[in-house]
């Protein structure tokens, strides 16, 4: 095993280098002969959290630490995302506070298993796969076991260690699994609910079981809008969440209840295109969605109108044209390069980019089933959908550079960061596990839009790749191919619908006769256009439909 463990410290240095907590005495440091354990034994995972919580964690641990160890200083240094400015917004950041007041074997084996599947997942330390996925089966035989007890299902560091073994299923396997979609994680989120509704909304909480409980509500909304499910949390853990999240944590709040919106949105949409009957009651149904799915985009308008100066993104600089067979492996893709304050910040954008388009596809889906049999791409909320999705697809891209940290030397400007990671140097010069993380969905949402272009997507599957196979966001990084990722939205959703024009490959590759005046010729055309309709400029949005049907506010 000797040399196997050696090969796996050639990985970026801030795996074991300094914590930001950094402030004690040289005698409050964890002595040497503390890391001196065989490869095999079991670290003790809560005395080392406390001690990079304290700031009295070794600097370099020698390179016979155990492995565990190692992955856990690695986890921390690139996944824990800690706050410091007036936005109290990061990623995990209640789990080393949780650990020092609520110590808990069910939450550190959670802990480890999700730091060896990390570690695991970088170039070099591929060997530990089948170590993470045995800490894995441990930490879930104790979360079962926990859930069975009321008293224990209802503490955090239980619904923390579902969280966790939540993030293990998207680490270990691809985030979209092939014939299964958005699935690597849903059976956890489930779980976490589940531990939700078992707890009183109304009771004392601290602001750490708060942000906790926050956490999982994000992740429980993204899994309900790619999955098509309404989230079954009791409405008044939104009511205790949205006075928690107030004033400068309005953002994430706003965006949070919009996503909740759209998933709810397409939900319904499903719905109606599998049940709705052309009558007078079903389409005034179809046409008051549009109008709320519309209301949804609007939102998301007034938001990023409305956003504080520390949420706002520019355009630095300007990419020139590159050559289309170096797409794939380019850092930039033609066009602008907007800078962000925060990686937080850029993620919330994109969060709520990826929901615009698809709370787009339910406004086309609508129109076209109110217009059908007419070709939906005549209809105006198709036009809007197409402009908006191609703006929303290049501002995703744009914001790519900034949130892998490669932005251009030459166009950067220096910004103070207000987060840090739990552990490790402070540097913005190389992107860290979460940044890959945070961009896996918003490329995803590109990759699969009726609106992208071809370059667009060969960019965006290349910066996927690079996120799962360097960054180590997740295995399984050849799912992102144009093999695997077929779908189209919302052309996609149409086909399952039946709104596709059932004739158009044969339109579209019919051959037009030379002598147009010929008899063949009239029969040709006769024969194939004879069924279709004239094509209409007129909207489903047009007065006598608005006249016909007026819409009811039958949502919020």
Same mark, same amino acid.
């Given at each position: 095993?000797?040399?196997?463990?050696?090969?796996?410290?050639?990985?970026?240095?801030?795996?074991?280098?300094?914590?930001?907590?950094?402030?004690?005495?040289?005698?409050?440091?964890?002595?040497?002969?503390?890391?001196?354990?065989?490869?095999?034994?079991?670290?003790?995972?809560?005395?080392?959290?406390?001690?990079?919580?304290?700031?009295?964690?070794?600097?370099?641990? @020698? /390179? #016979?630490?155990?492995?565990?160890?190692?992955?856990?200083?690695?986890? $921390? %240094?690139?996944?824990? &995302?800690?706050?410091? +400015?007036?936005?109290?917004?990061?990623?995990?950041?209640?789990?080393? @506070? /949780? #650990?020092?007041?609520?110590?808990?074997?069910?939450?550190?084996?959670? $802990? %480890?298993?999700?730091? &060896?599947?990390?570690? +695991?997942?970088?170039?070099?330390?591929?060997?530990?796969?089948?170590?993470?996925?045995?800490?894995?089966?441990?930490?879930?035989?104790?979360?079962?076991?926990?859930?069975?007890?009321?008293?224990?299902?209802?503490?955090?560091?239980?619904?923390?260690?579902?969280?966790?073994?939540?993030?293990?299923?998207?680490?270990?396997?691809?985030?979209?699994?092939?014939?299964?979609?958005?699935?690597?994680?849903?059976?956890?989120?489930?779980?976490?609910?589940?531990?939700?509704?078992?707890?009183?909304?109304?009771?004392?909480?601290?602001?750490?079981?708060?942000?906790?409980?926050?956490?999982?509500?994000?992740?429980?909304?993204?899994?309900?809008?790619?999955?098509?499910?309404?989230?079954?949390?009791?409405?008044?853990?939104?009511?205790?969440?949205?006075?928690?999240?107030?004033?400068?944590?309005?953002?994430?709040?706003?965006?949070?209840?919009?996503?909740?919106?759209?998933?709810?949105?397409?939900?319904?949409?499903?719905?109606?295109?599998?049940?709705?009957?052309?009558?007078?009651?079903?389409?005034?149904?179809?046409?008051?969605?549009?109008?709320?799915?519309?209301?949804?985009?609007?939102?998301?308008?007034?938001?990023?109108?409305?956003?504080?100066?520390?949420?706002?993104?520019?355009?630095?600089?300007?990419?020139?044209?590159?050559?289309?067979?170096?797409?794939?492996?380019?850092?930039?893709?033609?066009?602008?390069?907007?800078?962000?304050?925060?990686?937080?910040?850029?993620?919330?954008?994109?969060?709520?980019?990826?929901?615009?388009?698809?709370?787009?596809?339910?406004?086309?889906?609508?129109?076209?089933?109110?217009?059908?049999?007419?070709?939906?791409?005549?209809?105006?909320?198709?036009?809007?959908?197409?402009?908006?999705?191609?703006?929303?697809?290049?501002?995703?891209?744009?914001?790519?550079?900034?949130?892998?940290?490669?932005?251009?030397?030459?166009?950067?400007?220096?910004?103070?960061?207000?987060?840090?990671?739990?552990?490790?140097?402070?540097?913005?010069?190389?992107?860290?596990?979460?940044?890959?993380?945070?961009?896996?969905?918003?490329?995803?949402?590109?990759?699969?839009?009726?609106?992208?272009?071809?370059?667009?997507?060969?960019?965006?599957?290349?910066?996927?790749?690079?996120?799962?196979?360097?960054?180590?966001?997740?295995?399984?990084?050849?799912?992102?191919?144009?093999?695997?990722?077929?779908?189209?939205?919302?052309?996609?959703?149409?086909?399952?619908?039946?709104?596709?024009?059932?004739?158009?490959?044969?339109?579209?590759?019919?051959?037009?006769?030379?002598?147009?005046?010929?008899?063949?010729?009239?029969?040709?055309?006769?024969?194939?256009?004879?069924?279709?309709?004239?094509?209409?400029?007129?909207?489903?949005?047009?007065?006598?439909?608005?006249?016909?049907?007026?819409?009811?506010?039958?949502?919020?």
């Amino acid at each position: 095993m000797a040399p196997m463990i050696a090969n796996t410290v050639a990985l970026p240095e801030n795996q074991m280098t300094r914590p930001h907590y950094w402030s004690l005495s040289g005698s409050e440091i964890v002595s040497h002969s503390r890391w001196k354990q065989r490869q095999n034994a079991c670290p003790n995972t809560q005395r080392l959290v406390e001690a990079i919580h304290n700031g009295a964690h070794s600097v370099y641990p @020698p /390179l #016979m630490a155990a492995l565990e160890e190692r992955a856990i200083c690695f986890f $921390l %240094s690139n996944y824990v &995302l800690i706050p410091h +400015g007036a936005v109290k917004c990061g990623f995990l950041g209640f789990l080393l @506070p /949780l #650990m020092k007041l609520q110590p808990s074997a069910i939450l550190s084996d959670s $802990l %480890s298993a999700v730091a &060896l599947a990390t570690f +695991g997942n970088q170039p070099n330390a591929r060997m530990l796969k089948p170590k993470a996925q045995r800490a894995y089966s441990k930490a879930l035989r104790q979360v079962t076991s926990a859930i069975s007890d009321p008293k224990q299902a209802a503490e955090d560091t239980t619904l923390a260690a579902v969280f966790l073994l939540g993030l293990f299923e998207t680490m270990t396997y691809s985030v979209v699994k092939e014939n299964e979609g958005w699935n690597s994680w849903n059976s956890h989120v489930t779980g976490a609910t589940a531990l939700l509704k078992m707890r009183n909304p109304r009771g004392p909480m601290s602001p750490l079981t708060l942000e906790l409980v926050w956490t999982v509500k994000g992740h429980l909304n993204l899994s309900c809008l790619l999955n098509g499910k309404l989230s079954d949390i009791p409405k008044e853990w939104n009511e205790v969440l949205t006075r928690f999240r107030t004033g400068a944590r309005g953002g994430p709040t706003i965006c949070n209840h919009l996503q909740s919106k759209v998933a709810k949105a397409r939900v319904d949409c499903d719905d109606l295109m599998a049940n709705a009957k052309r009558t007078p009651q079903d389409f005034e149904r179809v046409l008051n969605l549009m109008r709320t799915a519309e209301a949804i985009e609007q939102g998301y308008l007034d938001w990023a109108e409305a956003t504080p100066a520390d949420w706002k993104y520019k355009c630095i600089g300007w990419i020139d044209p590159i050559p289309e067979e170096k797409l794939a492996e380019s850092k930039y893709f033609p066009g602008k390069i907007d800078k962000y304050s925060e990686v937080w910040t850029a993620h919330i954008w994109n969060l709520s980019r990826g929901s615009r388009l698809l709370n787009y596809s339910t406004i086309v889906r609508c129109a076209a089933w109110l217009c059908s049999p007419q070709d939906y791409r005549t209809t105006v909320e198709y036009e809007k959908a197409r402009i908006a999705g191609k703006e929303i697809i290049q501002d995703v891209l744009a914001s790519v550079s900034n949130c892998l940290s490669e932005i251009p030397t030459a166009m950067d400007e220096p910004s103070l960061s207000n987060h840090s990671f739990a552990c490790g140097k402070k540097t913005n010069n190389r992107a860290k596990g979460l940044s890959g993380l945070f961009v896996l969905w918003p490329l995803f949402s590109v990759a699969t839009s009726d609106f992208v272009t071809d370059a667009q997507r060969t960019w965006a599957l290349g910066r996927m790749k690079y996120a799962t196979e360097e960054l180590g966001a997740s295995q399984g990084s050849d799912i992102y191919t144009e093999q695997h990722l077929s779908a189209r939205i919302p052309s996609s959703m149409l086909e399952k619908d039946g709104l596709i024009p059932s004739r158009k490959n044969e339109v579209l590759n019919l051959q037009i006769p030379v002598q147009q005046t010929s008899p063949e010729a009239e029969k040709t055309w006769t024969n194939n256009f004879y069924h279709y309709p004239t094509p209409s400029p007129t909207s489903t949005s047009s007065s006598e439909m608005k006249q016909q049907f007026l819409p009811a506010s039958q949502y919020d």
